[in-house]
T-cell receptor
Framework: DAKTTQPPSMDCAEGRAANLPCNHS???????VYWYRQIHSQGPQYIIH???NNETNEMASLIITEDRKSSTLILPHATLRDTAVYYC????????????????FGQGTILTVHP | GAVVSQHPSWVICKSGTSVKIECRSL??????MFWYRQFPKQSLMLMAT?????????EQGVEKDKFLINHASLTLSTLTVTSAHPEDSSFYIC?????????????FGPGTRLTVT
């Protein structure tokens, strides 16, 4: 699976949009971009995923560049409860065998939302 | 939907004893579940992939005889830490795969914090 690069930390004011970047310059054509977040001492929470088109759901928007070498997760109106570690993961849909497209977590971005 | 539970949420055990952690998919069937371990201030590390009715696939460096995984049904996978030692103290998290084919999600349990004294 392609490696991703994220800034180690970011700050955001409550109520403002949080834009979290992710570089994945070695992504291959059939790899998806996934975003998860982990609030302290909890299991990761799925946020959104996409292949090449921009995606939006009730939690966030995912913007993938045309060359697919980078993406941005947008939390439109950040709240204090959005403070968490955000992980950008690129993976194959099915690795075959018994791996089934396992997720490999990097260090992520620590997002701190301030009042 | 797609809720994954773990039990217990935390456990303290003495060195040399075994501890079993359960992972359940509450409202869906999961043919594939994953077990992760997370040490303080570190990221999640995949330990093994568990497929219903077959032997688990362990990541390199993970001792399969120490971390026994059983995935006997489509809604339950268990991780048993055998002869636990203080260095096994960690946050253990399971996840279950939902969906098939080229687009699916993984949903994670709340984690189990193991402390070995």
């Amino acid at each position: 699976d392609a490696k991703t690069t994220q800034p180690p930390s970011m700050d955001c004011a409550e109520g403002r949009a949080a834009n979290l970047p992710c570089n994945h310059s070695t992504i291959s054509g059939n790899e998806y971009v996934y975003w998860y977040r982990q609030i302290h001492s909890q299991g990761p929470q799925y946020i959104i995923h996409g292949l090449k088109n921009n995606e939006t759901n009730e939690m966030a928007s995912l913007i993938i560049t045309e060359d697919r070498k980078s993406s941005t997760l947008i939390l439109p109106h950040a709240t204090l409860r959005d403070t968490a570690v955000y992980y950008c993961i690129v993976r194959l849909p099915n690795a075959g065998g018994t791996s089934y497209g396992k997720l490999t977590f990097g260090q992520g971005t620590i997002l701190t939302v301030h009042p | 939907g797609a809720v994954v539970s773990q039990h217990p949420s935390w456990v303290i055990c003495k060195s040399g004893t075994s501890v079993k952690i359960e992972c359940r998919s509450l409202d869906f069937q999961a043919t594939t579940m994953f077990w992760y371990r997370q040490f303080p201030k570190q990221s999640l590390m995949l330990m093994a992939t568990s497929n219903e009715g077959s032997k688990a696939t362990y990541e390199q460096g993970v001792e399969k005889d120490k971390f026994l995984i059983n995935h006997a049904s489509l809604t339950l996978s268990t991780l048993t830490v055998t002869s636990a030692h203080p260095e096994d103290s960690s946050f253990y998290i399971c996840s279950a795969r939902v969906g098939r084919g080229f687009s699916y999600e993984q949903y994670f349990g709340p984690g189990t914090r193991l402390t070995v004294t």
